[in-house]
């Protein structure tokens, strides 16, 4: 998989490894760019102004959160489950009960509705059953 479609594509299937590493890596992009956004306006600006900083910050954070929903969507239908679900991100408390499920989950073996089974990757080692 690319990680265009890694990263901010809704359709098909990750398993555990690509999400933990997909999400892990979209963490340090986002801390990465926000890092950058700010260093740009403090040199044009100096202090933090929040009618100059918040504007793209926010553009940043949105790009971002829809990285996220990708993720857990394919991450959902993996498991057999709508990506919808993944907007339960978005209910605070709640979401972080789902990131942990989903890093504990097994998905379904077989292909399901949403595309083939992921196919193991170097991040994991291979089941057996």
């Given at each position: 998989?690319?990680?265009?479609?890694?990263?901010?594509?809704?359709?098909?299937?990750?398993?555990?490894?690509?999400?933990?590493?997909?999400?892990?890596?979209?963490?340090?992009?986002?801390?990465?760019?926000?890092?950058?956004?700010?260093?740009?306006?403090?040199?044009?600006?100096?202090?933090?102004?929040?009618?100059?900083?918040?504007?793209?910050?926010?553009?940043?954070?949105?790009?971002?959160?829809?990285?996220?929903?990708?993720l857990t969507a394919k991450?959902?239908?993996?498991?057999?489950?709508?990506?919808?679900?993944?907007?339960?991100?978005?209910?605070?408390?709640?979401?972080?009960?789902?990131?942990?499920?989903?890093?504990?989950?097994r998905g379904q073996d077989?292909?399901?509705?949403?595309?083939?089974?992921?196919?193991?990757?170097?991040?994991?080692?291979?089941?057996?059953?």
């Amino acid at each position: 998989m690319n990680l265009f479609k890694l990263l901010w594509s809704f359709d098909g299937r990750i398993g555990r490894p690509a999400y933990a590493g997909g999400s892990l890596l979209n963490l340090v992009l986002m801390i990465v760019a926000v890092a950058i956004v700010e260093d740009l306006n403090r040199g044009w600006g100096g202090a933090f102004s929040l009618m100059q900083d918040l504007p793209p910050l926010l553009g940043v954070v949105m790009f971002f959160i829809w990285s996220t929903l990708a993720l857990t969507a394919k991450r959902f239908q993996d498991l057999g489950n709508s990506g919808w679900f993944s907007l339960l991100l978005l209910v605070p408390g709640v979401g972080l009960i789902f990131i942990v499920v989903l890093l504990a989950a097994r998905g379904q073996d077989k292909d399901n509705c949403y595309g083939p089974a992921p196919s193991t990757s170097d991040l994991a080692p291979a089941h057996h059953t």
